[in-house]
């Protein structure tokens, strides 16, 4: 019988492999240590390799995993709480957007929390007593605002801007109206939204308006983000908070202004009113338009024409078409 060993093939199967061929082969791996999983009995052998997500496995150039973002717990900076620093801030004349008290109707509390109601009650009558609105909520938004701190029921909200006083403007428009200038006036009868209020506030600089009038309560407040809203409009106008939307028509009547209310009610429309004149416009709610009292109070009612099948336009909008139209209108004179 042939050996084997003498054929070519067995020749190259005993023979040492040269070194440049030893390169090429494949090297042996070390056998890896067989361990049972507990809770199945896979063998860890068995199961598919996953690498680790240590520093020593991360892959080099590879990006590091982003830190995770620890809570914001500080505090707004136009917050101030408890019942002796707000009471300051009212008696520095600090200009207020507005006072939160803790609604007690129905609530049970405790005797350190009974101890502070006729300090806060003295404090809310202190706050009407300066023009600053106040409203009751429940205990669980004063804790969200102070991040659970020692409001003590009280919470006031720093204004952004410094109001002008209604008594003031007045005095300055008459003074204008005095010099044959028509200022024009931009008059909010409870615009809640603060997206709409800002985009109302930079139409009407855009526009040239003198000011902006809005009511102390039922109104956007104009915080950050109403300024921002507003392309910092609402920094470079000013803008009067009263008590009486009423009383603010009345008194800028009496100087020689004239009332446009804008309501889709009206027959007339914007383009067949004199805007040339001084003017306040006035610009009602999202939701229900100008109120009767007010709308009472106006010279004029007018419109703006709509040819689609949605029945109004939103009101920064609105304001925006009748403002420019009273910019037109004041084009041509010139």
Not at 39 to 52: H, N, Q, T, V
Not at 205 to 210: F, I, L, P
């Amino acid at each position: 019988m042939a050996n084997n060993n003498d054929t070519p093939a067995g020749r190259s199967f005993f023979r040492r492999a040269t070194d440049a061929e030893a390169r090429e082969l494949p090297q042996e791996q070390p056998d890896r240590p067989i361990r049972r999983s507990e809770s199945s009995g896979e063998r860890a052998a068995d199961r598919p390799f996953r690498r680790g997500a240590g520093a020593s496995d991360r892959r080099a150039g590879a990006p590091r995993p982003a830190p995770r973002k620890e809570r914001d717990e500080r505090l707004p900076d136009n917050i101030v709480f408890g019942i002796h620093p707000v009471r300051e801030v009212i008696e520095a004349g600090t200009e207020i957007e507005k006072i939160y008290v803790r609604k007690t109707a129905g609530e049970t509390l405790t005797l350190a929390e009974r101890s502070n109601v006729g300090a806060a009650n003295a404090l809310r009558q202190q706050a009407i007593e300066a023009g600053i609105h106040v409203q009751e909520v429940p205990v669980e938004k004063l804790n969200r605002l102070t991040r659970n701190g020692n409001h003590q029921g009280v919470v006031a909200v720093i204004a952004a801007i410094s109001y002008k006083d209604i008594n003031e403007l007045a005095e300055e428009l008459e003074a204008q109206i005095a010099r044959g200038e028509a200022p024009l006036v931009m008059l909010m009868d409870s615009v809640t939204d603060i997206r709409n209020f800002g985009a109302i506030a930079r139409s009407a600089e855009c526009a040239g308006v003198a000011a902006l009038v809005m009511p102390a309560k039922n109104s956007a407040p104009v915080n950050a983000e109403a300024i921002k809203s507003s392309a910092g409009a609402l920094t470079l106008i000013p803008v009067s908070r009263v008590g009486s939307l009423k009383g603010a028509i009345n008194l800028l009547k009496n100087i020689g202004m004239q009332c446009v209310a804008a309501t889709e009610k009206s027959n007339t429309l914007v383009y067949e009113t004199d805007f040339t004149r001084p003017t306040v416009i006035v610009m009602g709610a999202e939701d229900r338009g100008i109120s009767r009292d007010v709308l009472n109070l106006c010279d004029v009612q007018a419109g703006i024409p709509l040819v689609g099948r949605i029945e109004s336009l939103n009101v920064s909008a609105a304001a925006a078409v009748i403002l420019f139209e009273a910019r037109r209108q004041r084009f041509e004179q010139e």
